[in-house]
Every structure is written in C-alpha cells, then in structure tokens.
C-alpha cells in the first residue's frame, strides 16, 4: 500500500542504516514521500530484531498520544527537539505537524 495511502499521522521506527535491518531504506523513503504528520526514528545500537524492543517506550507512548487521547502529556516527546523520543538513542525527525 505504501505512505501514499496512509491518512492519519504516522510513526516509523528503525535500526540504522549498515545495521543489517532491511527495513531501513524503506523507512528513508516511505518518510521523504509521507504527506500526513510522520515522525521517523532510528533507534542508535538496533538492529532489525532489537529495534522494537530498543524503542517499546516511543511505541506506547505513541499510542497513549494517538489512541488514549494523552496528547498534552505524549506530544511534546515526540515534537519538541529537546523531547524524549528526539533525544538519547532516537535519532527523530519529523514533517507535516
């Protein structure tokens, strides 16, 4: 299907690109050509297995934002430069907020 279809803000999370995850060039290009709010991270020390484990946090936190309506307290984490999931082992950027 493709970022084309998607309609509503959207995450991708993935291991660096050299770390064996194939899922990273997808994820370069599903971002550059996203046109709803997406935020991208790659998890620094991941690989393609260890990636979701690595970033459990950023995943729930996400849905507390998106699906439990916490946005006040879960926005600024992703948004903010200085926020959790932009900082530390995430290396975030974001488009279209």
Known sequence: MGP???RKDAMFMCAPDGAGDPATPQCDSDFMVSTVPTFYTVVAGSDHL??????WAAS??????H???QEDQWRKEFLDPTGRFQTG?????IKNW
């Not at 260890?50 to 970033?55: A, Q």
């Not at 082992?89 to 950027?93: A, G, L």
Request: charge should be positive.
């Open 50 to 55: 260890t990636s979701g484990r690595l970033g």
């Open 67 to 69: 699906l439990a309506g």
């Open 60 to 65: 729930i936190a996400w849905m507390l934002w």
């Open 4 to 6: 084309s279809h998607l």
């Open 89 to 93: 082992i995430f290396k975030s950027q």
